[in-house]
C-alpha cells in the first residue's frame, strides 16, 4: 500500500474537508455540524495552522490538524498538535507515524522549540501511540471552562 503524506495549502479546502469527515468518523463525532467552506479557507490560510494528509490512491485516509503558537520564553514558536487520526481500516499499518514524521520535520524547518499533544489517560490506544513515536511523557491534569453548550 502506497501512502503519500501532504501538507495542505489554502487552496486545498475540499481536501481538508475530507479529513474532516474522517475525523468525524473515528471520533465518532455524532450531530457534528461542519463549520462553512469559507470558515474552513480561512483556517488554511493561516501561517499559524497546518494540515497534514495521508493519502491512499488519492483518498484521504488520515491526517492531522496543528496549531503554531508564539511565545514570549523564547523567539522558537511552540506547535500543539490538536487531532490526528486514521481510518480504522488503515490503522497499525505506519500511516499515524508518518504523519508525527513529517510534522516534526515540518516543525524543524520552521525552527519550533517543541511539539506537544495531549491523549486522554483513559484511550489506551492513543496513549500507547504516542509513546511509540518517541515522545516524552508528562502527566498533567488538563482544565476546560467551557462557554459553549
Not at 28 to 43: G, R, T
Not at 65 to 94: E, H, I
Amino acid at each position: 500500500m502506497l501512502i503519500q503524506v501532504k501538507k495542505l495549502s489554502s487552496s486545498d479546502s475540499d481536501v481538508f474537508l475530507s479529513l474532516i469527515h474522517v475525523f468525524e468518523e473515528v471520533f465518532e463525532m455524532h450531530n457534528f455540524i461542519m463549520p462553512s467552506k469559507q470558515h474552513l479557507e480561512q483556517l488554511l490560510e493561516k501561517e499559524s495552522f497546518v494540515v497534514f494528509v495521508a493519502l491512499s490512491n488519492g483518498a484521504v485516509v488520515g491526517g492531522l490538524t496543528a496549531y503554531v503558537f508564539d511565545q514570549y520564553y523564547s523567539v522558537s514558536p511552540l506547535v500543539y498538535v490538536y487531532d490526528l487520526a486514521v481510518k480504522t481500516a488503515y490503522q497499525r499499518k505506519g500511516i499515524g507515524k508518518s504523519l508525527i514524521s513529517a510534522i516534526n520535520v515540518y516543525c524543524q524547518s520552521i525552527g519550533a522549540e517543541e511539539v506537544f499533544v495531549q491523549a486522554e489517560e483513559a484511550d489506551g490506544h492513543a496513549v500507547e501511540f504516542y509513546r511509540s513515536t518517541g515522545a516524552t511523557e508528562a502527566k498533567v491534569i488538563h482544565f476546560s471552562y467551557l462557554h459553549k453548550k
